[in-house]
């Protein structure tokens, strides 16, 4: 019989029997469980003792110890997992469409189908059954753990890393029941640094088992581990699992079709971890996107897989072979794996097939190119892949909310036709938060790899008038200095800088006679091919700019720029830069108040340069680790350069040793 550990509030009925006018529950007669009636060693009415079903409580009903005969729950009940439930040899444990099952906290918390034995989740899209914890923190509770009789690298009856459970056999069409459209969350207890539970823990489970629309959320460990068998698993959904997504080993050679793995928090391990022999697994549709970079695909010593249909978009690396595995084990869309691929392509999967999953995080990727003509608001749960130039167009605006992403993808095209560009006229708001900035980056990673965002607008510029850019063929320049081309906040550019020739290049952003209008402020630019940002005159301004590893120039300015730059920071960790700034053109200069440029590269390179009769207005400066602080390059005035309200009077002028901008206030782009 089913040993279930019952709430002490039980529901007593009461009735009047001539025929057992002993007290119910008190000795009166035999149970009978059918009469209405509680009687003899019955706890409730028909229910407890020696019948075969449980009591329920008004509290809900607890569960816990062993089940040893068919047993049916009640989705109209709500059961607490108060320890292990261990479904045994034999037993079909039957879960209804709706039931909701909430673990208490511990490694001892978790459902287990012993080998042999069978469950049979019922769930619908309508009516997903729901295993959940009552703390809803990541790591509450063991999952679900199923042990069936296929084949494994360990042989049989092995002995499973969690919970002593016995696995493993000859028979591959082995059956543990059916599964259909579950969702588990916070599971993945931690027993040690070797030993942890999973969302769905899969030990030898053969493919007579039925496994599909499930999803596994918010795990501490893996959302799926094969542990061998030959189990299949269709529509699968797999969202902030903290170590592998999907994880195999002990030579599974079974299939996923339909997988969606999402990941939009630091610190996660991969998409997908395989471990030992290549049992040669399938994987058909497999989509994952990553918000916050990390490894895709890592197989370990000799593993590998078919996989047809990937699309991979955020990761920074796309397959690892982590122990010099043979790359020809990973068959990816018909070729070896390359590791230098991003895999970057549309969503194999439609995340619409997950929308049963209420608390699904909706995340897509849709490509972005083209023109833009109406005012335009992008969405921060879609990740957007920019796999052309798009171009804002006069009058339209472009507005971006905070926590946007998007990652530009050259692979299919030149990296100097993939930038984004606000033509004169037109507008764009960049909404970031320090929280949740909105990131500009690439697929690649690499500097050079786009070519940034250009914004062009309608103030002065020495070459006047609908001027001819350097880029893009952009026409920019007029009248009106105080010409507004939009708002941007809490923006990061990465790996920018697209080189046209030596003449021509992108920069990170590239500021083309914009207008004091606007509101520029908060802005990192990284790992540049080019400059981090340049000033082609105009009257803008920007405040709170930081600046790393931009292998060219951090700022540049030309044609005239008279505006302001205030809260700067310049890194230069890298060697082979050119400076932290670089000014050209006429004597009229900006002002430049809180500039702080160190250099830990070896040598320590040039940190501001001043071309023809340039010059600046700069206030409370630091200066470290350059071998040249000043080189006018063309023998300009060096009184052009006043700093502190004095003109310089030497190139060697010590007066660049000023109060530094604190660093921290750019944590949020680096988080360091």
């Given at each position: 019989m089913m040993i279930m550990a019952i709430t002490t509030l039980t529901i007593i009925g009461c009735s009047s029997d001539d025929n057992n006018p002993d007290p119910p529950g008190e000795g009166g007669g035999e149970a009978t469980c059918t009469d209405g009636i509680q009687n003899g060693d019955e706890e409730g009415i028909d229910c407890g003792g020696s019948c075969p079903n449980a009591c329920e409580s008004e509290e809900g009903t607890d569960l816990t110890g062993s089940i040893?005969?068919?047993?049916?729950?009640?989705a109209s009940?709500?059961?607490?997992?108060?320890?292990?439930?261990?479904?045994e040899s034999g037993v079909t444990l039957t879960i209804p469409a709706g039931t909701?099952?909430?673990?208490?906290?511990?490694?001892d918390k978790y459902i287990v189908v012993q080998k042999g034995g069978s469950i049979d989740i019922q769930g619908t899209a309508a009516q997903p059954v729901l295993m959940t914890s009552a703390g809803q923190n990541p790591g509450d509770w063991g999952g679900l753990v199923i042990a069936g009789d296929a084949t494994t690298t360990e042989g049989i009856d092995a002995i499973a890393e969690v919970g002593g459970i016995i696995y493993g056999g000859t028979t591959d069409t082995d059956s543990?029941?059916?599964?259909?459209?579950?969702?588990?969350?916070?599971?993945?207890?931690?027993?040690?640094?070797e030993s942890q539970y999973n969302g769905l823990s899969l030990y030898a489970v053969g493919s007579g088992t039925s496994i599909e629309n499930v999803a596994i959320l918010n795990g501490t460990d893996d959302g799926v581990e094969f542990f061998g068998g030959t189990v299949s698993v269709t529509n699968l959904y797999l969202e902030n699992n903290e170590d592998d997504a999907v994880d195999w080993t002990e030579g599974w050679n079974g299939t996923v079709v339909n997988t969606y793995v999402l990941h939009t928090i630091e610190g996660?391990?991969?998409?997908?971890e395989a471990d030992g022999i290549n049992g040669n697994p399938t994987l058909t549709n497999f989509t994952a996107v990553s918000t916050e970079n990390g490894t895709a695909l890592q197989f370990k010593k000799e593993s590998g897989a078919t996989i047809t249909g990937l699309s991979l978009t955020g990761y920074v690396v796309s397959v690892d072979m982590r122990d010099n595995g043979a790359l020809a084990n990973v068959q990816i869309d018909g070729a070896t794996a390359d590791p230098n691929l991003t895999y970057l392509a549309p969503p194999t999967v439609d995340i619409d097939l997950f929308s049963w999953v209420e608390n699904a995080s909706e995340v897509e990727t849709i490509a972005l190119s083209g023109t833009i003509t109406t005012d335009t608001s992008l969405d921060a749960n879609t990740i957007y892949l920019l796999d052309g130039n798009l171009s804002v167009e006069a009058p339209a605006k472009l507005t971006i909310p905070a926590g946007t992403l998007i990652i530009a993808d050259a692979a299919g095209t030149e990296a100097t036709e993939t930038y984004i560009v606000v033509k004169k006229g037109a507008q764009i708001d960049i909404l970031g938060t320090e929280s949740d900035p909105v990131t500009m980056t690439s697929t690649g990673q690499n500097p050079g790899d786009w070519g940034g965002l250009v914004i062009l607008g309608d103030a002065t510029t020495t070459e006047g008038v609908d001027a001819i850019a350097e880029i893009g063929g952009f026409v920019y320049g007029g009248t009106n200095d105080a010409d507004n081309s939009g708002?941007?906040?809490y923006l990061i550019i990465n790996y920018a800088g697209a080189q046209i020739n030596s003449e021509s290049q992108f920069n990170g952003l590239s500021l083309y006679a914009v207008g004091s209008g606007t509101t520029i402020e908060n802005v990192g630019i990284l790992n540049g091919t080019d400059d981090g940002v340049e000033f082609f005159g105009g009257t803008v301004n920007a405040s709170n700019i930081y600046l790393e590893n931009n292998e060219d120039d951090a700022v540049d300015w030309t044609e005239g720029w008279n505006g302001t730059l205030v809260d700067t920071y310049v890194s230069h960790t890298l060697a082979g830069f050119s400076t932290a700034v670089e000014a050209d053109g006429i004597t009229a200069g900006p002002t430049i108040t809180n500039f702080t440029a160190i250099s830990t590269a070896d040598p320590g390179g040039t940190a501001l340069q001043f071309k023809k009769e340039t010059g600046a207005t700069m206030t409370n400066?630091?200066?470290t680790g350059y071998v040249v602080n000043v080189d006018m390059r063309d023998a300009g005035d060096v009184?052009?350069?006043?700093?502190?309200?004095?003109p310089l009077t030497s190139v060697d002028d010590d007066v660049f040793n000023g109060t530094p901008v604190d660093i921290t206030m750019f944590s949020w782009i680096t988080g360091d």
């Open positions: 040893t005969e068919d047993r049916t729950l009640d009940v709500s059961y607490v997992l108060t320890g292990t439930l261990s479904v909701t099952i909430t673990s208490e906290t511990g490694t543990s029941g059916s599964i259909n459209y579950l969702i588990i969350d916070y599971a993945g207890a931690q027993i040690n640094s996660f391990s991969t998409a997908v708002t941007i906040n400066v630091l200066l009184a052009n350069v006043v700093v502190d309200g004095t």
